[in-house]
């Protein structure tokens, strides 16, 4: 079975500031993986994803991630913080052949002025 | 592409009445999934139709919950004689053929009274 944690459900920035937001993942075979963003009152939009390839994946709005095997983490990066960015963060698995995404609880990111 | 759609957007109900949601996924796209999201949790996921064949159901959907697509096109999820325990926001998502990339809906939030 797959599973996802997301630590922290809650991380709180200042504008301009690094975002990281985690998340590690089990899986017994390669994973798919996934950062969707959720604003308020809305479904899920797909910032990036990860399957095969390249480790390091760049996502829209700045975002980017890096896929580490020996971790078995897929952690959610940007630069530099905006105010705009202020949403709800999932992490998600899946695997080759496979119809359904497993999510993490999520990650509400906070930007303050 | 007019992205996928759902309709209610919200629905409030009284215990024990039926409701029905509607999704329509994305025109070329003949995968079509259902999760269900309680507040400050991930989506969990439901049930995946592959055109009009249901291919899997999850145990969290039980006997009070059916899910139908006739026509390969559009699905219905159905919910017969609501408990105050299935209010939550069911999303509905949509892929194409050997595609992982799940599109969400914007989601239609339930709420038993």
């Known amino acids: 079975a797959q599973s996802v944690t997301q630590l922290g459900s809650h991380v709180s920035v200042s504008e301009g500031a690094l975002v990281l937001l985690r998340c590690n993942y089990s899986s017994s075979v390669p994973p798919y993986l996934f950062w969707y963003v959720q604003y308020p009152n809305q479904g899920l939009q797909l910032l990036l994803k990860?399957?095969?390839?390249?480790?390091l994946v760049k996502g829209i709005n700045g975002f980017e991630a890096e896929f580490k095997k020996s971790e078995t983490s897929f952690h959610l990066t940007k630069p530099s913080a905006h105010m705009s960015d202020a949403a709800e963060y999932f992490c998600a698995v899946s695997r080759k052949g496979a119809q359904k995404l497993v999510f993490g609880q999520g990650t509400r990111l906070t930007i303050n002025p | 592409d007019t992205g996928v759609s759902q309709d209610p957007r919200h629905k409030i109900t009284k215990r024990g009445q039926n409701v029905t949601f509607r999704c329509d996924p994305i025109s070329e796209h003949n995968r079509l999934y259902w999760y269900r999201q309680t507040l400050g949790q991930g989506p969990e996921f439901l049930t995946y139709?592959?055109?009009?064949?249901?291919?899997?159901k999850s145990r969290l959907l039980s006997d009070r919950f059916s899910a139908e697509r006739p026509k390969g096109s559009f699905s219905t999820l159905e919910i017969q004689r609501t408990e105050q325990g299935d209010s939550a926001m069911y999303l509905c998502?949509?892929?194409?053929?050997?595609?992982?990339?799940?599109?969400f809906g914007p989601g239609t939030r339930l709420l038993v009274l």
């Open positions: 998502a949509s892929s194409g053929t050997g595609q992982e990339t799940q599109y």
């Open positions: 990860y399957t095969t390839g390249a480790t």
């Open positions: 139709f592959q055109n009009e064949a249901q291919l899997e």
